[in-house]
Each structure stands twice: as C-alpha cells, then as structure tokens.
C-alpha cells in the first residue's frame, strides 16, 4: 500500500522558516517525480514545486521560486521542502504527492504550516 | 503561466442528476488534463486523468472530454458521495496549475 506521510509544520513567525519532510513507503521511491501542492484555509490548491527522480530537474511555481527548495533523498525514502522568508501568505497545509503519468495519483494527509506572529 | 478556469463555481443538484463541469486553459495543453475530487478535511483524489483516462478504482458515472483548451467532467448520475468539490490541474508544463474548483452541494 503506498503511502506518504508529511512532518514539520507548525506555527512560525513572518521570516522564519520551516523544514516539511515527506517519507514514502509502498512504491520504489527513485522511479517517481514527487510534487508539493498546498491549499490555503478555506481556498483551493496551488501547485508548489517538483523534483525529478535524481533530483536533478526541480521546478517552483513564481510566489515562492528563491525562498523555497525542494529535494529527496532517495536512500531514504523522503522529500522536503525548505521554507525560507516565510510570509503570512505562504499560510496552508501542505501536501505531498507522487506522480503518475502526468497527474498526481497518491497524496498525503497534508501538514499545516501557519505563518503568523 | 498556464490560467485554468472552471465553470460554475458552484452548484446545487440532486442525487441522480447529471453534471457537467467544465474548465479552460488559456492556452493549449495537448492532452494534459486531469479532475481530482476533494471532500472536506481530505487530501484531493484523482479522478481522470490525460482528459478521459478513468483512474483505477473510480466509478464509471465519471468521464472527461474535450480538447485543445475545453474539457469537461461529467458525472452521469450523482450520488451523495459525490457531494464534494472537484479542480482540474493541466500537467503540461510548469507550474502544473489548478482550476479555482466547483463546489457539488445538496439541493
């Protein structure tokens, strides 16, 4: 069974930052580009950022392009997102996802990041 | 970047109506096309993908079609599990977006 688990939201203060980690199980973890998609309370989904099965092609939506980073560790099974320059926009749960084809097939629980002071 | 929109932004219907949803790309995505189901507190859940490929395990009363720009969900005969709301994503380039969403609720 393919799962995916998200850690390591929390409350932060605007400028902080925040690591969230993803650990898969159920699949082969290198054969998949993974995906974060985030969701602001009460609105729809946003599309964040990917990595590909190396690592080595990864792609930011504009809002957060040079605050976050995306990477994997394929020895363990685990993506993060690295979150820097926090702002009260970047407010949401966050979730993780594993490509399919071309669509986001298996998600996570989601981890809820809040950015206030 | 690629704008999706969907249209309505919400309905009401009832069980055993047929709906359609439709969304629109503000370019050209090939086929590149898919509709995920979010209920309240859960995570999104794929329905169809590449336009009109019905995901594994999903009911037959949901299909897609279209092309191009236009595509459209349809659930033939709706039933109260699928009282949700429902976002297209095109998968064709970078940011991979989503639609606003259309809201399913109970007449």
């Known amino acids: 069974e393919v799962q995916l688990v998200e850690s390591g939201g929390g409350l932060v203060q605007p400028g902080g930052s925040l690591r969230l980690s993803c650990v898969a199980s159920?699949?082969?973890?290198?054969?998949?580009?993974m995906t974060w998609v985030r969701q602001a309370p009460g609105k729809g989904l946003e599309w964040v950022a990917n990595?590909?099965?190396?690592?080595?092609?990864?792609y930011y939506v504009d809002s957060v392009r040079g605050r976050f980073t995306i990477s994997r560790d394929n020895a363990k099974n685990s993506m993060n997102l690295q979150m820097n320059s926090l702002r009260a926009d970047d407010t949401a749960v966050y979730y993780c996802?594993?490509?399919?084809?071309?669509?986001?097939?298996?998600w996570g629980q989601g981890t809820l990041v809040t950015v206030s002071s | 970047d690629i704008h999706m929109t969907q249209s309505p932004s919400s309905l009401s219907a009832s069980v055993g109506d047929r709906v359609t949803i439709t969304c629109r790309a503000s370019?050209?995505?090939?086929?590149?096309l898919n509709w995920y189901q979010q209920k309240p507190g859960k995570a999104p859940k794929v329905l169809i993908y590449?336009?009109?490929s019905l995901q594994s395990g999903v009911p037959s009363r949901f299909s897609g079609s279209g092309s191009g720009t236009d595509f459209t969900l349809t659930i033939s005969s709706l039933q109260p599990e699928d009282f949700a709301t429902y976002y297209c994503?095109?998968?064709?380039?970078?940011?991979?977006?989503f639609g606003p969403g259309t809201k399913v609720d109970i007449k």
């Open positions: 996802a594993r490509d399919g084809r071309r669509e986001l097939v298996y």
């Open positions: 159920g699949f082969t973890f290198s054969d998949y580009w």
């Open positions: 990595i590909n099965q190396d690592g080595s092609e990864k």
């Open positions: 370019q050209s995505i090939s086929n590149y």
């Open positions: 590449a336009i009109s």
């Open positions: 994503q095109q998968s064709y380039s970078t940011p991979c977006t």
